[in-house]
């Protein structure tokens, strides 16, 4: 089974040729750390004054290398198809040998984090919505009848590589009205001492 690489993780790991095979080993068992602990801002920092590269660039690139390999060995990909999911990288072929050594030397090692890792649920990631207006119909001739379609894009997976899933949902305008209503004054709710008061109380 191949790996699709999105145009966003191709240039994340664009980074990666820009150093030496032992800053890129370096980066993957960092991604294996921050895998089990959580990513540590002060780390990419610290490389980012070593190598002279933008910080951004550095958390691109250990992300990007983070999620290749953690995708791999979600998918078990065999030795071969991870080589030839990574051709389309335009790596040389010495890099190309180098991910494939941390991908099989870590591989079993980030299946047992991600089998202890709680199930994340989905996130928002986009809402796309469009107003439909029926006018008529055979036994009606003059009507007003509005209908809201919402396409709610929902990532699953965690982090901005997450894979991703929609649902659609349609209502009339009343309903979505009371809905936003009712989602407001929750939210205001939240904001009282009460409230505050409960959530310290059950941290």
């Known amino acids: 089974m191949l790996l699709v690489l999105s145009e966003e993780h191709k240039e994340h790991l664009a980074f990666l040729p820009k150093v030496d095979s032992a800053v890129v080993a370096e980066f993957g068992r960092i991604a294996v750390e921050f895998l089990r602990r959580g990513t540590s801002p002060k780390i990419y920092e610290g490389a980012a004054r070593k190598l002279s590269f933008p910080v951004e660039m550095v958390q691109h690139g250990v992300e990007g290398l983070m999620f290749l390999m953690t995708e791999s060995s979600k998918l078990m990909v065999s030795e071969v198809d991870f080589q030839d999911s990574v051709l389309v990288l335009g790596f040389s072929e010495e890099l190309n040998e180098v991910l494939l050594q941390l991908y099989l ?82 939210l205001a709710a939240m904001k009282t001492n009460h409230a505050r008061r409960i959530l310290r109380n059950i941290k």
């Not at 299946?111 to 202890?116: K, N, P, T, V």
Request: glycine share 4%.
């Open 105 to 186: 030397q870590h591989r079993s090692q980030i299946r047992s984090i991600l089998s202890l890792l709680p199930p994340r649920p989905p996130a928002y990631h986009n809402l796309e919505w469009r107003l439909d207006v029926q006018v008529a119909t055979r036994s009606i001739r003059q009507q007003v009848v509005p209908m809201v379609t919402m396409r709610l894009l929902l990532a699953t997976g965690g982090g901005i590589h997450g894979n991703h899933s929609a649902r659609v949902v349609q209502t009339d305008p009343s309903t979505l009205l009371h809905l936003i209503t009712t989602l407001e004054a929750a």
